[in-house]
């Protein structure tokens, strides 16, 4: 496995999340892009389960709908 994971939980947030974030901060509603930050945990979830081999456990099932729950409520008219 060696710095694959290391390399990636560094490379990956620092230039594609805040670079997205920016990017899309600029031209969209803040509300919008605020609420995408709802989709985090369950990115976490499966990029952990993938590269480092977490376990998918009930909690995390139960963590993942109160994401959801989260994201519905925040993106209501």
Wanted: charged share 15%; net charge neutral; hydrophobic share 45%.
């Amino acid at each position: 496995m060696g710095h694959r994971p290391a390399v990636w939980l560094i490379v990956l947030p620092t230039f594609g999340g805040y670079g997205l974030y920016w990017f899309l901060l600029a031209r969209t509603d803040v509300t919008a892009v605020n609420a995408l930050l709802f989709l985090v945990p369950p990115v976490t979830t499966l990029w952990g389960a993938l590269m480092v081999g977490e376990p998918f456990s009930t909690v995390t099932a139960l963590g993942r709908e109160d994401e959801r729950a989260g994201e519905r409520s925040s993106s209501r008219g």
